[in-house]
């Protein structure tokens, strides 16, 4: 195996639409690669299901950046209130790990999500008929955006207004690309951020919610589970987890139908197989691309390799998701696959706690797409969509034409 770290070229606009030629590439060459990803920071890339199964599993591999040799990794975080960016369950190992994941476990139960179905399908319709007469959209901003924004908004119990402001703060805090953000607008955006939830949470202390935030907020002041760094950073990753993967989950599912004119009539013919269809698309093309970051507390092997101890991690999903050892014909879209066993929301004790909320709206949202804009299209040539490069994986605009007036 070569020793010099593969580049996966994010300046170019033709990986960042379809990286899977390159990534099927990597895997056949090995299970362990070495590889310069978005921002130039290097990992070892994990590209086949059973490692990357087996790593996600692994309390060798941590979820704490802290843990991690590049000191670029904790350098792309705010300078200011760091603690309080990383003092979230996502970047946590237990046992806080544990406890702060059981604080709000409780809201996202298969239960309690379905609760929320006739609020998505009410938010769902009221999109679509803003546009419906027009006979085109764009359907990330006029669609796919606002209704998980919505919907999390609500959850949480922070105003809608202000989530043009939240999103921009989170664009601007993001990963994309071949560089790494500028870090004084990072710092910039992560005050600002880190500001507009302090002041959120005093308003919500002095008038309590039925919610989720208000519900945090008496684990942090009465019941004294939460410090105050714990309660500002759970809030940031509810609202923005809350989002912006499912975003690309309805944007990307849509993208891939539209591609695959046979399965789009499939699903429209037949609604009953949407629940698997949004396993295809999280298997086929899912919203965290190339993967998900551990860093190796110790001397680690994996697949036989060696790797030394603060070393970036990537296990990456979107490439052992096309593991044709794990899944016939991978680079196949096929929304009656029946399985569909994907790596996208993680697994272990990491295990994306929004997931039943996710495959709800994308249900939800790709179904009344289908069923109330007839002849359904892209509005350009495929080759035209932009997709978003680095992390997080969905097309940044998806305009598209339909039958004018579409159906009720």
């Known amino acids: 195996m070569s020793q010099q770290p593969v580049l996966l070229p994010y300046a170019d606009p033709a990986f960042v639409?379809?990286?899977?030629?390159?990534?099927?590439?990597l895997r056949e060459e090995g299970p362990v690669r070495r590889a310069v990803i978005a921002g130039g920071l290097e990992a070892w890339l994990v590209t086949r299901y059973d490692d990357g199964?087996?790593?996600?599993?692994?309390?060798?591999?941590?979820?704490?950046?802290?843990?991690?040799?590049?000191?670029?990794?904790?350098?792309?975080?705010?300078?200011?209130?760091?603690?309080?960016?990383?003092?979230?369950?996502?970047?946590?190992?237990?046992?806080?790990?544990t406890r702060l994941r059981r604080l709000v476990s409780k809201a996202f139960t298969a239960r309690r999500v379905a609760e929320l179905r006739p609020r998505i399908q009410e938010i769902s319709d009221r999109l679509l008929d803003a546009v419906a007469p027009a006979g085109r959209a764009e359907l990330i901003a006029d669609f796919a955006l606002p209704l998980p924004v919505t919907v999390i908004s609500e959850l949480l119990?922070?105003?809608?207004?202000?989530?043009?402001?939240?999103?921009?703060?989170?664009?601007?805090?993001?990963?994309?690309?071949?560089?790494?953000p500028d870090p004084a607008l990072v710092d910039e955006s992560w005050q600002r951020m880190h500001s507009y939830l302090t002041k959120l949470l005093e308003t919500?202390?002095?008038?309590?919610?039925?919610?989720?935030?208000?519900?945090?907020?008496t684990a942090r002041d009465e019941e004294?589970?939460?410090?105050?760094?714990?309660?500002?950073?759970?809030?940031?990753?509810?609202?923005?987890?809350?989002?912006?993967t499912t975003v690309n989950l309805i944007g990307g599912g849509i993208a891939a139908l539209l591609a695959n004119p046979r399965q789009l009539e499939m699903l429209r013919d037949d609604p009953e197989l949407l629940p698997g269809a949004i396993e295809e698309f999280l298997r086929y093309d899912g919203p965290v691309n190339p993967g998900i970051a551990r860093f190796a507390r110790e001397d680690v092997e994996i697949a036989g390799v060696n790797i030394p101890c603060g070393a970036t991690v990537l296990i990456a999903s979107a490439i052992?998701?096309?593991?044709?050892?794990?899944?016939?014909?991978?680079?196949?879209?096929?929304?009656?696959?029946?399985?569909?066993?994907?790596?996208?929301?993680?697994?272990?004790?990491?295990?994306?706690?929004?997931?039943?909320l996710a495959r709800l709206e994308g249900q939800i949202a790709i179904g009344t797409a289908l069923r109330r804009?007839?002849?359904?299209?892209?509005?350009?040539?495929?080759?035209?969509?932009?997709w978003r490069p680095g992390g997080l994986r969905g097309p940044e605009r998806l305009p598209v034409t339909f039958a004018s007036g579409g159906a009720g």
């Open 17 to 25: 639409s379809d990286p899977f030629p390159l990534f099927r590439q």
């Open 53 to 97: 199964l087996a790593a996600l599993a692994d309390p060798r591999l941590s979820s704490d950046v802290r843990d991690a040799s590049d000191p670029r990794l904790l350098r792309q975080l705010p300078v200011t209130e760091r603690e309080s960016m990383i003092s979230n369950m996502l970047r946590s190992d237990p046992p806080d790990h």
């Open 157 to 180: 119990g922070v105003p809608v207004e202000d989530r043009h402001d939240f999103q921009r703060w989170t664009d601007d805090m993001l990963l994309r690309g071949a560089e790494l």
């Open 204 to 217: 919500k202390r002095a008038r309590p919610g039925d919610d989720l935030l208000g519900a945090l907020i």
């Open 224 to 244: 004294q589970q939460l410090n105050e760094d714990e309660l500002i950073a759970m809030s940031f990753l509810l609202l923005v987890a809350g989002y912006i």
């Open 320 to 356: 052992a998701d096309r593991d044709p050892a794990r899944f016939a014909d991978p680079d196949r879209l096929d929304i009656t696959r029946r399985d569909t066993a994907h790596l996208a929301f993680g697994h272990g004790i990491h295990y994306c706690l929004g997931a039943p």
């Open 373 to 386: 804009l007839p002849d359904l299209a892209l509005a350009v040539q495929p080759g035209e969509l932009r």
